[in-house]
């Protein structure tokens, strides 16, 4: 903050210019004033402008006739060495040449000449300027020169001092902005602004014509301030001078700060102020500086009363001077009772006294190794602090220092801190040497400097042999650059994490390690490098990336579906195969029910398992159809599994589905071909048979032919024997009817068509097929034993494939006893309940038997004993047995002959 | 010798194939007797009447050939009409060489059946007739003493008294009074009829040990 009365007294510089000027003025006014005088003036020697009377001689020559006393004082020569002396004498000769030039010239030109020249002379190097003036005699002739030389050398400087000061006036003018007014006061009360200075209307923006015109005070000065500006007015009219300092808004409505100072001209005569005459700046800027400041001290003093640091100020003895709020708390004394007090209230002596010593070899200009210093304090209620003191010199207007602002910091924790380090640098000592990792420390060009014993071991060299070596000679990578960037990167400052490295033994054993490294000290001193042995986990790795590889190959190739979905059939997790399988996403499943996803056919089943899965929970393995991406109907093969919660109760299901359309149709396929193969077994078997069929046929055939025969007789008797002819009709028709049984029952034999599964009675089934083979049988003289059990379960299968089975079975039975002699040709038929719960058949013939070794091929293709057997017989009856879900096996029986079994499961309701 | 009726017997396991040849027999106004098996026929006491069989060929436990078989070792002589639903070439040249009367093959025509059966009815009789005149031979050729018998041999291979004397070492008078008491016994008229008796009962001549 300056001081306004600064402002207005002048300036040592301005003073010293002022005076200069005056000087400059003065001797300006001397010059012209003997420029009019006589040539041989009285003042000749009295005026301190050099002057010289030089007489022209034929030449011409120059000798210089008399020079005056100011002459002789400023260039240092004397009368004897001037007077009556030629130029040449005088002066050395090149500057001789040159007076002379200039005074020939002058005599030549027979006018005044003034020219600058500097000169050497005794008393230095003088610049004058110097005019000449020729002196004519009464023939016109000049015969002298009058030279008046003024020592420019100070007015030089001068002009050149005054060009500076005219520009840095003009500069600061322009800044300052300063102006200046005068305003008469009429005896009317009229104001009538007299003239005002072109700053004041830079400032305000008014033109003087705008102030001439009649723009006011109330429209200048902003309202606000006004009364003071009125206050001051009237102030001004009682006659005493004032400053002020208000707002103005200028003509583009900017408001900027002003200090005004005015002082009144009071007329004795008229009694009263006649003029006020002002003179003001724009403080705008020093307004806002002022605020700046106003603001910076304030947020001074915010830091410091909030700062987290503990603050004092001290006087350079030791007195507290401030403390902050931290300071209080850590010390638990109050500001009051701090302030004014001496240091060693709240330090240790021994503290104080450092600080005291620190103090003194500051003040003698000693500078100080560090401005932070360790310190203890001793809290109000006696506890020891260490602390760490910053502290900084508080300096007044010179400089010269008046106190110390310390900043307090309490460092107990971070000595505990220290100490731990040291502990911790135990700890790091103790793993240098028991460390499976290999641990060195190396220079920053990577030489080894020290290494723990494990390193040692591993690289076979002795710590002094390995001194010598440097890190590059361990090396292994092939990529020599690699090192290099690493060894960059520490030098750097930046530490190693994680790199991987190959190395060498000096065994030439490579290694794999991951280095782990630091740089130490400060930058690029050394290098503390922790090397692991990772050649194992590396080889772990690339086990675990092929097993990985192979993983991914395989959940990539999955083709499992898996989802979970709750009692009702909502999904609530789907696999992305389970999606493409349906060619739907994720979003579209889940939430719904997967039955719109099977066929309205399959579905009930569908439903019917889950329940039942509901009422027992169990794993379930269950194939089904499911409408495929694209609305193709595809096959899928279901494992269900319910998941229990803690009480037992079923809470969703989890299922795993494969694909199985193409194998659907495979078996579609080879079931087929089964069919085909069947039939064309069954066909086979017929012509096997014809001869029984023939029989079968014609056996009615025979009775039908002869009863009509004899119809025909009884009728053309006399009279006609009508109820014999009644009774053969009847005959008639049941052979009629039995024939066409037989037929029937060969047509559904030799029939190509799959038929349909149904639900099936064996005995029935055998019935018709014994019917069927009964000739065959009368034919080989084969009795026939059946014991059927009447409570047999149903069977769900094709009707015609189960009577095939049969058929087969009872025409190898008769094959095989085609050749008995000697003894019975039984067939034993049985049926009944096998061990889980389905059917048993048993078809025993009492025929050549079967040779134990036999019984196994007897049921591949193409294996027969019969001449003309195609072999197809018991591999198509085991395959028919096998796709009803049933078994077929031969036993030798006890006894002549053998014995087929098979069993059929019995049909259940859920199927 | 009083003539029986003619009896035929039906052995057919299909009942109703066996109630049709049970009415076309009747036509015929013959006794009928019918049996399910061949067993069945062949446990019966059959009537010593002349007849015939009609066999079904095929019949569960013994078959018609079989059957056929054991009534000709049991040298029973009834003629058989063998009848088959669906007859094959071996199994008619085993029947006929076995003896069959005929081989029909179902369905048949009736009146080749009646045929058959009157045929063989009348062949039946009149093997019943030769093997009466056998048994009564027969009954006169076992009331030859030894020596008569030997003698009787020797008479119808042709040789005479004195050569018959030779053979035997004895004199020819004694030949003579063997020769006229066979005569007698047999019932013989003629050196002829006494030779076609031997025939008939199948007495082969001793051979001539000396004196050829």
């Known amino acids: 903050m300056s001081s306004p009365g600064g402002e207005h007294e002048a300036s040592p510089e301005v003073t010293e210019l002022r005076r200069q000027v005056d000087a400059l003025r003065r001797a300006l006014a001397e010059e012209a004033l003997k420029s009019s005088e006589s040539r041989l003036g009285l003042i000749f020697h009295g005026v301190s402008d050099l002057l010289f009377l030089i007489g022209v001689e034929a030449g011409p020559q120059f000798r210089c006739l008399a020079v005056n006393h100011s002459y002789l004082k400023r260039t240092g020569w004397t009368q004897e060495q001037m007077a009556g002396k030629l130029i040449e004498e005088i002066l050395p000769p090149e500057q001789a040449q040159c007076v002379i030039k200039k005074y020939t010239a002058a005599v030549q030109s027979r006018t005044p000449s003034t020219f600058e020249e500097s000169a050497e002379v005794p008393a230095g190097r003088l610049v004058m300027e110097t005019t000449l003036r020729p002196v004519f005699d009464g023939q016109g002739n000049c015969t002298h020169l009058l030279g008046a030389s003024q020592d420019v050398t100070e007015r030089k400087r001068m002009v050149k001092a005054l060009h500076q000061y005219e520009a840095r006036y003009r500069t600061v003018s322009e800044l300052v902005s300063d102006y200046a007014y005068a305003v008469r006061l009429e005896p009317n009360g009229r104001e009538v602004l007299e003239w005002v200075t072109e700053a004041f209307s830079r400032i305000t923006g008014f033109s003087v014509q705008d102030l001439a015109a009649g723009v006011g005070l109330d429209r200048i000065i902003h309202p606000e301030d006004m009364p003071r500006v009125c206050q001051r007015l009237r102030v001004l009219l009682s006659g005493q001078p004032g400053v002020s300092e208000h707002r103005i808004i200028t003509k583009s409505g900017e408001i900027r700060w002003l200090r005004d100072y005015s002082s009144p001209e009071w007329d004795t005569t008229q009694g009263r102020v006649v003029r006020i005459i002002g003179a003001g700046q724009d403080i705008t800027e020093q307004k806002r500086v002022e605020e700046a400041l106003r603001e910076s001290e304030e947020r001074y003093r915010n830091l410091f009363e909030n700062a987290n640091d503990a603050l004092a100020t001290f006087t350079l003895d030791g007195t507290i001077t401030a403390v902050n709020h931290a300071m209080e708390r850590l010390l638990g004394w109050s500001r009051a009772e701090l302030l004014g007090q001496h240091v060693s209230k709240v330090a240790t002596p021994a503290s104080v006294a450092f600080a005291a010593e620190r103090t003194w070899r500051f003040l003698i200009g000693e500078r100080l190794p560090s401005s932070t210093f360790e310190a203890e304090l001793i809290s109000k209620d006696g506890r020891l602090m260490l602390v760490e003191a910053r502290t900084r010199a508080i300096r007044n207007a010179d400089g010269k220092p008046v106190g110390f602002q310390g900043i307090y910091r309490d460092v107990t924790e971070r000595k505990r801190m220290e100490e731990a380090l040291q502990a911790s640098e135990e700890k790091y000592r103790t793993i240098f040497a028991a460390s499976p990792d290999f641990i060195y420390l190396t220079d920053t060009e990577g030489n080894m400097l020290d290494a723990n014993p494990a390193l040692l071991k591993r690289a076979g060299l002795s710590l002094e042999h390995l001194r010598q070596r440097n890190v590059r000679e361990f090396y292994a990578g092939g990529k020599p650059e690699e090192l290099e960037q690493l060894l960059a990167e520490l030098r750097s400052g930046h530490g190693l994490k994680g790199v991987e490295v190959k190395a060498r033994s000096l065994a030439g054993e490579i290694w794999d390690y991951e280095i782990n490294a630091i740089p130490l000290g400060n930058p690029g001193e050394v290098f503390l490098s922790v090397a692991r042995d990772i050649t194992e986990r590396k080889r772990m790795e690339a086990a675990l990336r092929v097993s990985a590889q192979r993983y991914r190959a395989v959940v990539e190739t999955q083709t499992e579906l898996v989802c979970r979905f709750l009692p009702d059939t909502t999904l609530t997790f789907v696999n992305e195969a389970y999606c493409r399988s349906f060619g739907k996403s994720r979003e579209e499943l889940l939430g719904t029910s997967f039955l719109s996803l099977i066929p309205e056919p399959a579905r009930s089943v569908v439903k019917a398992r889950l329940e039942s899965l509901i009422a027992q929970p169990r794993l379930v393995i269950s194939e089904h159809e499911v409408i495929a991406a694209g609305g193709d109907i595809g096959w899928q093969q279901w494992t269900d599994q319910g998941i229990l919660d803690d009480t037992g109760r079923l809470t969703e299901f989890q299922s795993t589905g494969l694909d199985i359309t193409e194998r659907k149709r495979a078996e579609e396929a080879l079931q087929q071909l089964q069919a085909e193969l069947a039939h064309v077994s069954r066909v086979s078997t017929i012509g096997e048979m014809t001869a029984s069929i023939a029989h079968e046929v014609n056996q009615p055939l025979g009775a039908i032919v002869g009863n009509a025969d004899l119809c025909l007789r009884w009728l053309t008797r006399e009279p006609p024997d009508l109820v014999q002819v009644r009774d053969a009709l009847c005959d008639i028709i049941t052979d009629g009817h039995r024939a066409s049984e037989v037929i029937a029952r060969i047509r559904a034999l030799i029939k190509k068509e799959h038929s349909p599964k149904t639900r099936c009675d064996m005995n029935e089934i055998i019935g018709e097929t014994i019917a069927l083979a009964s000739y065959e049988m009368r034919r080989k003289h084969i009795t026939l034993r059946t014991e059927l059990a009447p409570d047999l379960p149903p069977v769900f299968g094709d009707y015609v494939q189960l009577g095939q089975v049969v058929l087969n079975l009872i025409m190898n039975g008769i094959e095989a006893m085609s050749g008995v002699e000697g003894r019975a040709r039984e067939l034993t038929l049985r049926s009944g309940r096998s061990g889980a719960g389905g059917v048993l058949i048993t078809v025993r013939d009492c025929g050549v038997g079967i040779n134990p070794d036999e019984v196994k091929q007897i049921f591949a293709a193409f294996y027969t004993t019969k001449p003309g057997g195609i072999g197809m017989g018991l591999a198509i009856c085991r395959s028919i047995v096998e796709a009803h879900g049933g078994r077929l096996w031969a036993r030798p029986t006890a006894g002549p002959g053998a014995t087929f079994h098979f069993t059929l499961p019995a049909d259940s309701e859920g199927r | ?212």
């Open chain 2, 1 to 212: 010798m009083t003539e029986e009726p003619p009896v035929v017997f039906i052995v057919e396991d299909d009942p109703s194939f066996r109630t049709f040849l049970q009415r076309l027999v009747s036509l015929l106004g013959l006794r009928c007797e019918t049996f399910t098996s061949a067993e069945a026929f062949l446990s019966n006491a059959r009537p010593d009447t002349p007849g015939c069989l009609v066999l079904d060929i095929m019949m569960p436990g013994l078959s018609g050939l079989e059957l056929q078989r054991e009534l000709s070792w049991g040298q029973v002589s009834l003629p058989i009409i063998f009848i088959t639903g669906h007859g094959d070439i071996p199994m008619s040249v085993q029947a006929m060489r076995a003896g069959a009367v005929s081989f029909l093959t179902k369905p048949l025509r009736n009146q080749d059946l009646l045929d058959a059966i009157r045929e063989a009815i009348n062949l039946d009789r009149t093997a019943r007739e030769r093997r009466a005149e056998i048994a009564s031979l027969r009954r006169h050729y076992d009331a030859l003493t030894a020596r008569e018998r030997e003698v009787f041999a020797w008479v119808v291979a042709g040789l005479l008294n004195k050569q018959i004397a030779v053979e035997l070492g004895t004199s020819e008078r004694t030949v003579k009074a063997h020769r006229s008491q066979i005569m007698k016994k047999m019932q013989a008229e003629s050196l002829a009829e006494l030779v076609r008796m031997a025939d008939k009962l199948g007495i082969t001549p001793p051979h001539a040990s000396k004196g050829r």
